[in-house]
């Protein structure tokens, strides 16, 4: 099947800095990339929606400002967190779904953990 | 608007049983996809099966099948012989054929399955 990487898997930052989350489609051309976030023991929240070369489209109370979203190729989107806060701390998963095949199908990144102190 | 009711937090199935997950949706679609994903605790989202609501078949992958009532909007899954590394929360999802929703997919709240050895 088609696979998804994520990277880092995961990090561990200062409060106030940037953290930057790659999610790559290695075998398929990822039209369009879905970033999710996963609370302990919770469902996947979908944070937003990137098609390649265009603007994300963002969740109700999401704040782009604060999670950038870039799609600038069919292989590769990346999530930033801006100056990140200890509530930033999540498990951050990416999703992509291709031009090839199986676009009625997500397939799913492994996920990055991040803590922010 | 769609959406997603798993009904059960929690399972337990002896191993080499069979076990049953359910699944109801609601929608006023007649053209969608389901899905069932498997999260161990690795929480890579792995897809396990997934149906066309234009099908009257219902969709079987070696030990997994699920059983569709479109009428019902009910899809629950079967997992037949269970084994240790079944053990995982498991999402029901929803996905629109509709061109306009952008592929988002609708998850569950999840079910978490303990195999019991």
């Known amino acids: 099947g088609a696979v998804v990487s994520q990277h880092p898997s995961r990090v561990i930052c200062k409060s106030g800095t940037s953290v930057k989350i790659e999610c790559r489609s290695l075998d398929f051309q990822a039209t369009t990339m879905f970033w999710y976030r996963q609370f302990p023991k919770q469902s996947l929240m979908l944070m937003a929606t990137s098609n390649e070369g265009s603007k994300a489209t963002y969740e109700q109370g999401v704040e782009k400002d604060k999670f950038l979203i870039n799609h600038a190729s069919l292989t590769l989107s990346t999530l930033t967190v801006t100056s990140a806060h200890p509530e930033d701390s999540s498990f951050y998963i990416c999703s992509a779904s291709g031009s090839s095949g199986s676009r009625e199908t997500q397939y799913f990144g492994p996920g990055t953990r991040l803590l922010v102190l | 608007a769609q959406t997603v009711t798993q009904s059960q937090p929690e399972m337990s199935v002896q191993e080499a049983e069979t076990v049953t997950l359910s699944c109801t949706y609601d929608t006023s679609e007649s053209d969608y996809y389901l899905f069932w994903y498997k999260q161990p605790p690795s929480r890579q989202m792995i897809l396990v099966i997934r149906?066309?609501?234009?099908?009257?078949q219902n969709a079987t992958e070696n030990r997994f099948s699920v059983n569709f009532q479109k009428a019902a909007k009910s899809f629950s899954l079967k997992i037949s012989d269970s084994q240790l590394g079944d053990a995982a929360m498991y999402f029901c999802?929803?996905?629109?054929?509709?061109?306009?929703?952008?592929?988002?997919?609708?998850f569950g709240k999840g079910t978490r399955l303990h195999i019991l050895p």
């Open positions: 149906q066309e609501a234009y099908k009257q």
């Open positions: 999802a929803y996905r629109s054929l509709d061109m306009n929703r952008d592929d988002k997919i609708i």
